[in-house]
Structure formats: C-alpha cells, structure tokens
C-alpha cells in the first residue's frame, strides 16, 4: 500500500502543480481527495487488513491527504492571486494628471454671485446667517405678519409638505423665516444677511423658477431709520454694480415691513430695473419675536440672487442658470 500511496501523492501533486487555473484545479481537488478519488478507496479497503496493519495503513492514508491538500491549497492561493492581479489590470484607470493638459473646473455663475453678495455685505459689517428649507408656518408666515385670512399669503403660492399633525410644514418661500430664528435666538444690535434657495410653485420660464436663490438682509439697533436703509442699499448697489449705478425707492406694499418700498437701479440708457423690496420691520413682526420696538427699530431688504446673476450677466432666459449647458457655463 505504501508504494501505491506514494505514486498517487506524486500524481496529484504534479497535477496541482500543472493546473493552469482555479476551475482545473477545482475538478483536479475532487479527483484526488473527492469520494471517488484513489484515496477515497484505499480508506475502505482498510477494513480488510489485520488490527495491527490497519492503524500504520490508516495513519499512511492521512499522511498522504495531507500533503495534496497543502498542494493544492498553495496552488490555490497563487491562481488566486495571479487571477487577481489579471483583473486589477483589466478594470485600472489611469487617473494621472498631467501638468498643462488638466481642465479645472469652477463655481457655478450662481455661486459666484452668491459669494460676491456675502464679500460685499460682510465687508459692510453684516455676517451672513442661515436656516433650514423645510419650514413650519409660524416661521413661514406668521411671525411674519402674514396670518392664514392675509390675502398676500395666497400669493406666495408655497409648496406644502405632508408630514400630518400637529403643524403645517412647508419648503420656505423666502429666506425671511431665517430673520424671524434669528430675533428669537439673538439679542440685538443685529445684522445679518441670509442668502439661500427658496421654492414656490411658479412654472420655469425665461424670468421664474420653482426652486431658486434669495439674499435677504435684516438690521436690527436703537435709533434705524428708512434713511439708514436707504444709505445701506446705495452702499450696496455702488460696491456690486459700480459707482455710476445709482439706486432709489419707490413706495410699496409687504405685510412685514411698514412703510414699505420697491428699490430699483439705473441702467446706462437712463431707464431703472427693479431689483428687490424693503421696508422698516414691522413691529409686529418685532414683538412676535420678543424685541421691544418702542426700544429697538430695523430695516429689512430681500432680492433674488439668480435674477441679479441674469441683470449682471445680461441673460436672456434664467433657466440656462439650471440647464447645465456645459457651453453656456464655461463662459462665466
């Protein structure tokens, strides 16, 4: 039996050894060490030998299935790794960069607007706050001055969220509700900016979009008046615009502000384009956040940062801001 043995063990371990990958050598593990291998059947013939034979012959057997299975399993790892490596290579990407070839990319025009907007108010003195853009309706609306019977609530045409008892949650309409967190949070003097998007239900034409960017400011002190606001606005519109823009403020309507007032900036061929609304902060709107207005006074302005990026840019359609027209991007 021992001459056998070894003849088989020689076999199989110049099979593993030959075996060219992990499929060979799976079918060559069942044909030396499976239930119909030569091994397999030396075992059952054990039962004919004499007691004092069958312990060497059994320990004989066991020897020898060792040592194909350590055969096998050192070929198995290095198929294993080989196959490996062959994969590696089939799926690598080169991701070299190469100095002088490499196109960088850069921030989107609105971004770049957004950013431009808080460098100017921050070096104005304002710092820039922010808020979340789901929204409760005491936020959105009411704190604003804007109750459920207000006929100007209707016309924010918000987008409400399902999310059941016990409040009406919706995605914010403006930034404002950011003030009102503010007012609670903060004692004043304060003065903010909040930039960030805003959604309401408009269809996307050349001059609307569902989803899109306002900056709204807000100051808070002893003593503001509408001439501080007017004087803030002009700083302003000279420092984004330059200095041959001027601006001004024609009278108007907000349920949060009082009195109110649309403010506008020249153009070169002498007419005026509409840029956002202000106003002197309601007192309502004061008291609804704990401030004494008899004791404090504030001002409040808002416009959109996308429609700014259009006048800025001279667009002609606010949905090339959206359309990720690589082309159209590349220019800005």
């Known amino acids: 039996m021992d001459s056998n043995l070894a003849a088989i063990v020689d076999e199989a371990l110049a099979a593993a050894d030959g075996a060219a990958n992990l499929g060979d050598l799976s079918a060559l593990s069942a044909r030396y060490l499976g239930k119909k291998s030569a091994l397999a059947a030396a075992k059952k013939a054990l039962g004919q030998l004499e007691p004092a034979e069958r312990k060497a012959a059994g320990q004989a057997i066991n020897e020898a299935r060792e040592r194909i299975e350590a055969a096998f399993a050192a070929r198995k790892t290095l198929l294993a790794s080989a196959e490996r490596a062959v994969q590696l290579e089939g799926e690598r990407l080169d991701l070299t960069e190469i100095y002088g070839e490499v196109r960088r990319g850069h921030y989107h025009l609105v971004t770049q607007a957004r950013d431009r907007l808080e460098d100017v108010f921050v070096g104005m003195g304002f710092r820039v706050a922010e808020g979340p853009e789901v929204e409760t309706a005491w936020y959105n609306f009411e ?19 399902n999310l059941g008892e016990p409040e009406e949650v919706m995605l914010r309409s403006h930034t404002s509700p950011v003030q009102i967190r503010t007012m609670e949070n903060e004692e004043p003097p304060i003065y903010i900016v909040a930039p960030g998007r805003t959604f309401r239900t408009d269809a996307a034409d050349a001059t609307h979009l ?56 020249s153009r070169a061929d002498g007419s005026w384009l509409e840029l956002g609304g202000c106003g002197m902060v309601h007192p309502n709107v004061l008291r609804n956040c704990g401030i004494d207005p008899d004791v ?37």
Request: charged residues 25%; negative net charge; glycine residues 8%.
């Open 296 to 332: 404090w006074q504030g001002f409040a302005f808002g416009f959109g940062i996308d429609r700014l990026a259009v006048m800025r840019y001279e667009l002609d359609d606010i949905r090339e801001l959206v359309n990720n027209d690589v082309r159209f991007l590349e220019q800005f």
């Open 210 to 265: 569902p989803a899109f960017n306002q900056i709204e400011g807000l100051v808070v002190d002893r003593g503001i008046t509408m001439g501080d606001l007017a004087g803030t606005i002009d700083e302003f519109v000279h420092a984004f615009f330059g200095g041959d823009v001027q601006s001004r403020l024609r009278p108007s309507y907000f349920p949060f502000t009082e009195p109110s007032a649309e403010f506008d900036i």
């Open 143 to 161: 704190a604003l001055n804007i109750p459920d019977w207000h006929p100007a609530r209707g016309s924010f045409d918000t987008i409400f969220v």
